[in-house]
């Protein structure tokens, strides 16, 4: 396996800094102009856990340079309060790691792409509808955070968890503290015990709360009273019409409450591209795309060369 370098950045997003990590191909040499890819990470997620250590690291040993950097309000990148998760905002950082790039004198800003994991792929596509500095995206198991918080994550019943997120906002905005809420069980075996049968929850579980995949910022919390603002977002959302650029959606054949199968093939039916393709990783679930060598494998056997054909 070649070297790669791998750079601890910061740059200015709105009222905050942004944190991140760029890695550099083997024999990276900054008088050379490369093509660059943003790598975005699931919700909860952090820039060291799948973004980073998979998608971005191996897209930088195929000659690309690729940035992994963390959400606004979570991990290394400031912003308060902590753990908001907002589309707008997780779209809007997106842009502003575009606008990092094309400030480095070795990124072609002509060649610029995107990829993101889970609610990562839903964020990389809608930035992708409206800035068109994107000139190729990926989707990896991609989920459309607004449709999974208005049927799973709210028990379908969005209404009622809008009067009561509005009602701890109105409490925190008087002085009461923060509610942060985890997303998953502390364990496989407590949420088996607590009936969890879901394949996508459990084995979220299993990577995010064990040594395979847990890192210290990969905190699958979310701040409840801020979720809201989730409820109205459309991640595919004028694709019909403005998502034009080469897609690459790659989902596993083992559905899950996440939804990443049906959303899968719902972009890629939506998405005008006429460069568009779904591969469809069978024998493989959500979470095998997160960090099994093999399907990792198949992924990366796609998108190398679709990176390499479009920028």
């Given amino acids: 396996m070649s070297n790669i370098s791998i750079q601890h950045v910061n740059y200015q997003n709105l009222g905050w800094q942004s944190a991140a990590d760029l890695y550099l191909p083997p024999g990276f040499d900054e008088a050379k102009q490369y093509p660059a890819i943003v790598s975005t990470h699931p919700i909860g997620s952090c820039k060291e856990q799948t973004s980073g250590n998979i998608y971005a690291k191996s897209l930088a040993e195929a000659g690309f340079v690729a940035l992994a950097f963390d959400a606004s309000f979570q991990g290394e990148s400031g912003g308060s309060p902590r753990f908001i998760e907002d589309p707008s905002i997780r779209t809007s950082d997106i842009r502003f790691a575009i606008d990092y790039l094309v400030t480095l004198p070795y990124v072609d800003?002509?060649?610029?792409g995107a990829i993101g994991v889970c609610g990562g792929g839903g964020y990389t596509i809608h930035a992708a509808i409206t800035d068109h500095r994107i000139k190729a995206l990926?989707?990896?198991?991609?989920?459309?955070?607004?449709?999974?918080?208005r049927e799973g994550f709210s028990e379908f019943d969005p209404v009622s968890a809008l009067k009561a997120m509005g009602k701890q906002r109105t409490a925190e905005a008087q002085g009461a503290e923060r509610h942060v809420i985890d997303y998953l069980p502390d364990s496989v075996e407590e949420g088996r015990a607590n009936s969890i049968t879901d394949r996508d929850v459990l084995e979220a579980t299993d990577y995010y709360k064990t040594t395979r995949g847990q890192q210290p910022n990969g905190a699958t919390s979310g701040l409840f009273s801020f979720n809201s603002a989730a409820m109205g977002w459309d991640a595919f959302l004028n694709a019909e019409s403005l998502l034009t650029q080469p897609l690459l959606v790659i989902i596993g054949d083992k559905p899950g409450a996440f939804g990443a199968y049906r959303?899968?093939?719902?972009?890629?039916?939506?998405?005008?591209?006429?460069?568009?393709?779904?591969?469809?990783?069978?024998?493989?679930?959500?979470?095998d795309l997160y960090d099994q060598p093999e399907p990792v494998s198949l992924t990366m056997a796609k998108l190398i060369p679709f990176y390499k054909e479009n920028l």
């Fill in 109 to 112: 800003q002509d060649r610029i």
């Fill in 138 to 149: 990926a989707s990896i198991t991609g989920v459309n955070f607004g449709r999974l918080i």
């Fill in 263 to 287: 959303d899968g093939w719902e972009i890629y039916g939506r998405a005008t591209s006429k460069d568009k393709e779904i591969f469809v990783a069978e024998g493989y679930s959500h979470y």
